[in-house]
Nanobody, 127 residues
Framework: QVQLVESGGGSVQAGGSLKLSCVASGLIARVCGMAWYRQAPGKERELVSSISRTGFPTYGQSVKGRFTASQDNSGNTLYLEMNSLKSEDTAVYFC?????????????????????WGQGTQVTVSS
C-alpha cells in the first residue's frame, strides 16, 4: 500500500502564497503519475495539476501561471507552490497518485480515481 500525506494548507489573504507538500510512503514503486486536486464546498472535484513519472507537469486552466507543481529528486514528495491566490482557490486540496497495476502480463497505470489519495489539506483565501 501507499500512503499520501498532505501538509502546508492554511489561511492567507488574497494575493498571498502557500506551498503544499505531499509525502508518499510505503510501496512507492507502485505509483505512476501524481496529481493535485481540489474540492470546494458544493462543487465538483477539480484537477489542479498533474505530474508524470518523468516530472512533466500540466495545469488546470484556472491556475495556469499562478501555481507550480514539482517533485523532489526521489519522487516521493510532491509540491504545489501557489502564488497570487484568489478567494476562488479556497478548497480542500488533495494529493493523488495513479496505481501501477499488473494484468495479463503487462504493467499499466490505473485511473487516478482508483489510485491512492491523501486526506486533504484546507486552503482558505480571504479577500
Amino acid at each position: 500500500q501507499v500512503q499520501l500525506v498532505e501538509s502546508g494548507g492554511g489561511s492567507v489573504q488574497a494575493g498571498g502564497s502557500l506551498k503544499l507538500s505531499c509525502v508518499a510512503s510505503g510501496l512507492i514503486a507502485r505509483v505512476c503519475g501524481m496529481a493535485w486536486y481540489r474540492q470546494a464546498p458544493g462543487k465538483e472535484r477539480e484537477l489542479v495539476s498533474s505530474i508524470s513519472r518523468t516530472g512533466f507537469p500540466t495545469y488546470g486552466q484556472s491556475v495556469k501561471g499562478r501555481f507550480t507543481a514539482s517533485q523532489d529528486n526521489s519522487g516521493n514528495t510532491l509540491y504545489l507552490e501557489m502564488n497570487s491566490l484568489k478567494s476562488e482557490d479556497t478548497a480542500v486540496y488533495f494529493c493523488a497518485a495513479e496505481r501501477l497495476q499488473y494484468s495479463a502480463g503487462s504493467y499499466s497505470c490505473s485511473d487516478i480515481a482508483t489510485g491512492y489519495w491523501g486526506q486533504g489539506t484546507q486552503v482558505t483565501v480571504s479577500s
